[in-house]
């Protein structure tokens, strides 16, 4: 059976003076097209480190990352780069939104990245940013907008290039109740709409509670919890 995404024995250990910080220790883990996985446990258990690695930003000491049946260790720099731009999406705690550009540019940067026709482009970014309730927020810059819009306005970017996963590293750390629940119900119905994957580290429980699969990250070790 080919996954979305798979890890087979990933180990990653950080080297210092008189030894090594063992950060994840022989993890196997798997994702289907479609599903969304939540990973949960303590601070510094290793949650960002497993998806810096499954989203090619780190690589690890040991073991390998499959996505669609590909070993992504033998991919070339130019592999990488369409990986990212057309494959995946990021999503983290802090929106990282450019300040400098609207709401409508924010959107619109994967695709211009991409180099991707402009006018299709713009249709697409305005259908995501209505979808996620900021039509009416499209030419506002960032400072002009509250943390929960902002957070809507990177998920639309995420998404911008239909990517087959999504990456989330605590989306909800920065939102109180109301918009967390807005968050939360926006990855739901996008999973729904678009059989969209999500791959997501939180310490939320109410936005685990979405998970088709939920993984338990403690000292290094990753263990499938619950499967629906």
Do not use: C
Not at 52 to 75: A, C, H, Q, W, Y
Not at 171 to 184: I, R
Request: no cysteine; glycine share 8%.
């Amino acid at each position: 059976m080919s996954y979305l995404l798979e890890t087979r024995g990933l180990s990653k250990v950080y080297r210092e003076t008189g030894g090594g910080l063992e950060i994840l220790k022989n993890v196997n883990f798997t994702l289907n097209e479609g599903s969304i996985a939540v990973l949960t446990g303590a601070s510094g258990s290793g949650k960002s480190t497993f998806l810096n690695i499954v989203g090619v930003l780190d690589r690890p000491t040991s073991g390998s990352v499959f996505f669609e049946g590909k070993d992504m260790s033998k991919f070339s720099r130019r592999e990488i780069d369409v990986f990212h731009r057309k494959k995946l999406g990021f999503m983290f705690q802090f929106h990282h939104l450019l300040s400098e550009f609207t709401a409508l540019e924010n959107v619109l940067m994967p695709a211009k990245i991409d180099k991707r026709d402009e006018n299709e482009s713009r249709e697409i970014a305005l259908e995501l940013l209505n979808y996620v309730g900021l039509s009416d927020r499209a030419k506002h810059l960032p400072r002009e907008l509250s943390g929960g819009e902002r957070q809507r306005v990177a998920l639309a970017r995420a998404l911008m290039n239909r990517p087959n996963l999504i990456i989330a590293d605590e989306p909800s750390g920065n939102l109180d109740e109301k918009n967390a629940e807005v968050l939360k119900s926006l990855i739901l119905k996008l999973n729904e709409k678009y059989n969209q994957a999500f791959l997501i580290a939180t310490h939320d429980m109410d936005l685990a509670e979405i998970a088709t699969h939920r993984w338990i990250v403690a000292q290094g070790d990753i263990r499938l919890s619950i499967s629906s």
